[in-house]
């Protein structure tokens, strides 16, 4: 009984299967593959949607509502991280009460209701304020938005975090609900799902980037909005047809209070000592169907006493009188698994810190780069982050077809490698490209300061960012698809939509990570008069940014390697 949620302890996969046998409304067996069109296909024109509707948008709102950089960047980040922090309530709303099939009904619904908003903002003139020339917007003579226009915005904006919050957390989780996780096809099936899930996204991220903003800025922002809204009504339709394939699971009540109720029995009985004989702890009546016997582990010892029975706790029919002050032992192992979980999320949103620059200050050193690809195509410099999304749609399916498939013959283990493995891989390339992205800009500034023109571009093709991009999309590659497969399948089944919600967490707070250094990272080294990230960055010591960044990745690294091996997955033990 030594493992941390391993040995007795039925795995989230056992326990789906139970729920499934158990439910009436579940007779079918899981559609697998079968159901991935409808799922899969509505999770991709849903994307499709958002990042096509994205995109552009800190231009749209400059052009077309004549705000200026800090406004509109303000109000995008604040949207973003609405958008972050939603996906926490709809997984409480999925796993707590509705399900997750209602939950991505109702997200998908408010995405359409926030894109058509958004479309008519585009078509129709007076939900935006009066056209301006771009002479106008330079010095400040355009007629700003008023309060109507501004709040019609809003609103739409609104629906879609509200759309978000449904969508996000549950799409994965539900498409892991139709592969049987107890049968090796079931299994395998899964965990290609993951690959193929950040595949498509990729090739999302990679058509809305080019064909979308091109619509956007050379044809029509009301035709650049209304095809993200059609896509999105198409998913709706689509994810509706499949209803007929599905498997339901139930939702089981409130997650949270399940988890504070052990420490809240615990704690009542803290006094007790624990007995040798496990016939002691509580076991409800349909845990005992599924296993033949189920025993607490000794790590967090203390929080077995929840689980102990004292006096007439337990009911003649076997269930529990007070759920806060007793709790079944796979309550109480559920509650360990976050617990050893919780140090693996943490050292996720350092670990993505070098993701974040590859958005910004990338950008910024293709802008003093040539940016001309041969006699007659010039690269906007927004547009080289595609760079990444093509080595990731090109690496993912090789690797989950050919790499994976050769790592098992060796290993021996399915997938080739364990998850944190794979997580670690990633966190190591993070750091590689940090490393590469600091000896380029080095690189980069000697040659702009002593070969560049008056306008400070330095005579080095734009493709020598190649070799960090490639670098960043296999940290994504790694570390994203990695953490995505690791919480659904560590995360008890019940709360496997709160487990999706914490990429989405780790995004966030990985944003605000980004935001503190480079804010200290400014302050400090401007004090010392050398300013690290002064507006120039030519003048400025952006490597050195990227190389501190990379130590920052490595320290961070070195606690991973220590949580990791202190980690214990949960097991798969056989139904009975």
Same mark, same amino acid.
């Given at each position: ?58 231009? %749209? ?30 997984? %409480? ?34 939900? $935006? ?29 609104? =629906? ?37 899930? +950040? ?14 903003? +091109? ?5 029509? =922002? ?23 394939? %599905? ?6 009540? !409130? ?11 615990? %704690? ?45 706790? @337990? ?8 759920? =806060? ?50 006699? !007659? ?26 790499? @994976? ?39 980069? $500034? ?17 493709? =020598? ?9 296999? !940290? ?27 990429? +989405? ?34 003048? !400025? ?36």
């Amino acid at each position: 009984m030594s493992g941390i949620c391993s040995s007795f302890s039925p795995s989230e996969e056992e326990i789906g299967a139970a729920d499934l046998q158990d439910t009436n409304t579940n007779q079918r067996k899981p559609a697998g593959w079968k159901a991935m069109p409808f799922v899969l296909g509505n999770e991709t024109f849903e994307r499709l949607a958002s990042f096509g509707l994205m995109a552009n948008f800190m231009v %749209y709102l400059q052009s077309e509502y004549h705000m200026n950089q800090v406004k509109a960047a303000t109000l995008l980040n604040t949207w973003s991280a609405a958008s972050n922090f939603a996906p926490v309530i709809g997984a %409480y709303v999925s796993d707590a009460f509705v399900g997750k099939f209602w939950t991505i009904a109702f997200g998908s619904f408010s995405s359409l209701l926030g894109m058509i908003i958004m479309t008519l903002t585009a078509l129709l003139p007076q939900l $935006r304020p009066p056209p301006c020339t771009h002479e106008g917007q330079l010095h400040g003579q355009c007629v700003g938005h008023n309060k109507a226009q501004l709040g019609i915005l809003i609103a739409s904006l609104c =629906w879609l975090s509200i759309g978000t919050g449904g969508i996000k957390p549950c799409s994965i989780p539900f498409s892991v609900d139709q592969f049987d996780l107890t049968t090796e096809e079931g299994r395998k099936g899964n965990n290609s799902f993951y690959n193929l899930y +950040y595949t498509t996204q990729t090739i999302v991220l990679l058509i809305t980037q080019t064909v979308v903003v +091109y619509i956007q800025n050379d044809i029509s =922002w009301a035709i650049g909005f209304g095809i993200p809204a059609l896509c999105m009504l198409f998913a709706i339709v689509l994810f509706f047809v499949g209803t007929k394939v %599905y498997i339901y699971i139930k939702p089981e009540g !409130s997650v949270f209070a399940a988890v504070a109720q052990v420490f809240v029995a615990a %704690y009542k009985k803290r006094q007790l000592n624990l007995p040798s004989d496990d016939g002691q702890f509580y076991i409800p009546p349909f845990s005992r169907s599924l296993l033949p016997e189920l025993h607490l582990t000794r790590q967090y010892s203390c929080l077995n006493k929840a689980a102990l029975i004292v006096g007439d706790e @337990v009911k003649q029919d076997g269930l529990c009188e007070n759920p =806060w002050r007793l709790c079944s032992v796979q309550q109480v192992e559920d509650v360990k698994c976050l617990i050893n979980i919780i140090p693996i999320w943490l050292t996720s949103v350092l670990g993505f810190l070098a993701m974040n620059q590859q958005g910004t200050f990338t950008v910024a050193q293709a802008l003093k780069m040539d940016l001309q690809f041969g006699p !007659s195509i010039k690269i906007p410099a927004g547009s080289v982050g595609v760079i990444t999304l093509i080595a990731i749609a090109i690496w993912l399916p090789f690797y989950d077809r050919v790499v @994976v498939a050769a790592l098992e013959k060796v290993t021996k283990q399915e997938g080739g490698i364990t998850l944190l493995q794979r997580i670690g891989i990633g966190n190591l390339f993070s750091i590689l490209t940090m490393l590469v992205s600091g000896f380029l800009e080095t690189e980069r $500034r000697l040659s702009a300061l002593s070969h560049g023109g008056t306008d400070g571009i330095a005579p080095m093709t734009v493709m =020598w960012l190649t070799p960090q991009l490639i670098l960043i999309g296999f !940290s994504e590659i790694f570390s994203i698809v990695g953490l995505i497969e690791f919480y659904n399948k560590q995360f008890p089944e019940h709360m496997r939509s709160i487990g999706n919600s914490l990429i +989405y967490l780790t995004f966030s707070f990985a944003s605000y990570a980004s935001s503190i250094v480079i804010s200290v990272v400014h302050d400090v080294s401007a004090r010392h008069g050398s300013n690290w990230l002064s507006d120039d960055i030519n003048t !400025s010591k952006l490597d050195y940014l990227y190389f501190l960044i990379a130590g920052i990745s490595s320290l961070n690294f070195l606690f991973f390697l220590f949580c990791a091996r202190r980690y214990h997955y949960r097991s798969s033990v056989k139904l009975m």
